[in-house]
């Protein structure tokens, strides 16, 4: 079957500018993540959805960082008022639920660039 | 806070040999799971091989082994023969049992070469 799929696969954009990324999910997962992968770092934690809901969004680095889910499948991360540190790849996966059996599948990741 | 450590932002072999990266971490927690992840130059994370810390047994999968040292707080990833395919950024990641977000180190370069 597919797997979790995203676009755009890069993004280029100017400072103080709207993005929005997206993410579609492997069919059946419940679980959908979001990570921030810096150049030279590991990813790291943003989001986490269950359903519909966002069980857990400490890592968001600020509020102009959002991200819904609002059928529980396709997810939106949205990016307000862009600044040249948000430049990074950010990476979805998606698992078949919370818990020990929870691999996460990841997708291609959008590398955005704020100019 | 846990954190993941990889000490060897590069590493080097040469193919149909073994090589091994080290992974170091810190937590107060006694139950919890360690992945190695490959990233191609596809971006696409994908996962090797997986260790609960509650198993003594190291995992293995095909060519992929691990060395969990669970006193020592170390998961080392053992690659034996090695091949062009292999070729990425490896990184560590430690989950906790009752968690569900990855907590990754900064990644190990292997170049394979002919």
């Known amino acids: 079957g597919a797997g979790v799929s995203q676009t755009p696969s890069n993004k280029v954009t100017e400072k103080g500018k709207y993005v929005e990324l997206r993410c579609d999910p492997i069919s059946g997962h419940t679980a959908l993540y979001w990570y921030r992968q810096s150049l030279g770092q590991g990813p790291e934690f943003l989001i986490y959805?269950?359903?519909?809901?966002?069980?857990?969004d400490s890592g968001l680095p600020n509020d102009r960082f959002f991200a819904v889910r609002p059928e529980g499948s396709v997810s939106t991360l949205k990016i307000q008022r862009t600044e040249r540190g948000d430049s990074a790849v950010y990476l979805c996966a998606s698992s078949l639920r919370q818990g020990y059996d929870n691999e996460q599948f990841f997708g291609p990741g959008t590398r955005l660039t704020v100019l | 806070a846990q954190t993941v450590t990889q000490s060897q932002p590069e590493m080097s072999v040469q193919e149909a040999e073994t090589v091994t990266l080290s992974c170091t971490y810190d937590?107060?927690?006694?139950?919890?799971?360690l992945f190695w992840y490959k990233q191609p130059p596809s971006r696409q994370m994908i996962l090797v091989i997986r260790?609960?810390?509650?198993?003594?047994q190291n995992a293995t999968e095909n060519r992929f082994s691990v060395n969990f040292q669970k006193a020592a707080k170390s998961f080392s990833l053992k690659i034996s023969d090695s091949q062009l395919g292999d070729a990425a950024m490896y990184f560590c990641?430690?989950?906790?049992?009752?968690?569900?977000?990855?907590?990754f180190g900064k990644g190990t370069s292997l170049l394979v070469t002919p």
């Open positions: 260790q609960e810390a509650y198993k003594q």
């Open positions: 959805f269950q359903g519909t809901g966002a069980a857990d």
């Open positions: 937590t107060s927690e006694s139950d919890y799971y």
């Open positions: 990641a430690y989950r906790s049992a009752s968690g569900y977000a990855l907590n």
